[in-house]
C-alpha cells in the first residue's frame, strides 16, 4: 500500500531516529510517550513491526508511559503474529513489566489471549511462576479472569507451579473456587501435585470458599477428589457445610450431605433451625 512505500521510505532516510517519542494530544485514545514500535504494535500491523525490527538501532525495550513496552502491548491486546516478531528480536525482555509490575505474560493471561501465552512461554527467559505487583502468578491472573484456555497452556508448561500462592495466600484453585470458574478447577484437579485442602491465608479452604459462594460446579468436582476434606473448618471455625446452610446453599448442602464422609455436627441443625436465610 502507499503508507508501506513511505514507511519504507522514512526508514530509508539517514537521519531518521526510531526511537523519538510523540504523543498527540488530540488522541484521548494514544499510547503517551509511545515511539513507532509502539504505535505499530497497538495498530496490529506485522509488517511495520517487522521493518523497525530490522534497524540495528532500534531499542525493542523502550517503554511508554506506565512502562508500556512494545510486547506488553503486543500481549494485552492479543496481537500474536507482533508479538512472534517482537520475541524473535535478540535483545527482547520478555519478564519486563509495567510501573504496577505487570508483566506480558500475567497480560495475556489476564485477557486470555493463549496464542500469546504460548508464544511467551517458549521463550527460554520466562518466569512461568514470576509475581506481578500484586502478588499473583500468571496461573493464577488466569484463574482470576476464568481464562481457561490460559490456564490449559501454562499447565502445559514443565515449570509451573500449581500450588503457588498469590500475597493473599490465594493458591490457584482457591481463586477458581472463590470465583466460580469451573472449568479452570477441572483442569487444575487434573493435576496429581495439586493440593486439594491448603487453606487460605485466613484459614479457608478452596471447598469451603465454594460453598459460602454457592458455586455447586465446583463443589461436585472437589467432591469428586478422594483427598477432599469435606468436615475442615474455616475462618469461622465452621464446616463447609455449616456454612452452606447458613448461607442456604441448596445444591452445596445437598452434594456435601452424600459424601460418604461428611460429619454433621448438631451446630449444623441449630444454623438450619436458627438461621434466617433458612427456606
Known amino acids: 500500500t502507499g503508507r508501506d512505500a513511505y514507511v519504507r521510505l522514512l526508514l530509508a532516510h539517514p537521519d531518521i531516529n526510531v526511537n523519538t517519542s510523540s504523543t498527540n494530544t488530540q488522541d484521548h485514545d494514544a499510547i503517551f510517550d509511545c515511539v513507532p514500535l509502539h504505535t505499530a504494535v497497538a495498530l496490529n500491523r506485522p509488517t511495520y513491526v517487522s521493518q523497525l525490527l530490522a534497524r540495528p538501532d532500534l531499542d525493542v525495550n523502550k517503554a511508554a508511559a506506565s512502562d ?24 527482547i525482555q520478555v519478564c519486563k ?15 486470555g489471549h493463549d496464542q500469546c501465552v504460548q508464544l511467551l512461554l517458549a521463550h527460554p527467559d520466562v518466569s512461568v ?10 496461573l493464577c491472573a488466569a484463574c482470576v479472569y476464568g481464562k481457561d484456555a490460559c490456564v490449559r497452556v501454562l499447565l502445559d508448561h514443565a515449570a509451573v507451579d500449581v500450588n503457588e500462592a498469590n500475597a493473599y495466600d490465594y493458591t490457584p484453585l482457591q481463586v477458581a473456587c472463590t470465583r466460580g470458574h ?37 463443589v461436585r ?50 444454623i438450619a433451625c436458627f438461621s434466617k436465610n433458612t427456606p
Open 68 to 91: 508500556l513496552t512494545a510486547l506488553f502491548i503486543a500481549c494485552n491486546a492479543g496481537h500474536h503474529q507482533c508479538a512472534q516478531l517482537l520475541l524473535g528480536h535478540p535483545d
Open 97 to 111: 513489566g509495567t510501573v504496577d509490575g505487570t508483566t506480558p505474560l500475567h497480560a495475556a493471561c489476564r485477557m
Open 129 to 138: 511462576n514470576g509475581r506481578a505487583g500484586n502478588g499473583d502468578t500468571a
Open 182 to 218: 469451573d472449568a479452570c478447577v477441572r483442569l487444575l484437579l487434573a493435576r496429581t501435585e495439586i493440593n486439594v485442602n491448603t487453606v487460605f491465608g485466613n484459614g479457608d479452604t478452596a471447598l469451603y470458599k465454594a460453598c459460602v459462594r454457592g458455586h455447586d460446579a465446583c
Open 221 to 270: 468436582l472437589l467432591l469428586a477428589r478422594p483427598d477432599v476434606d469435606v468436615n475442615r473448618c474455616g475462618v469461622h471455625m465452621a464446616t463447609p457445610l455449616c456454612m452452606a446452610v447458613n448461607v442456604c446453599n441448596d445444591e452445596c448442602v445437598r452434594l456435601l450431605l452424600m459424601h460418604p464422609n461428611i460429619t454433621i455436627h448438631i451446630s449444623v441443625v441449630m
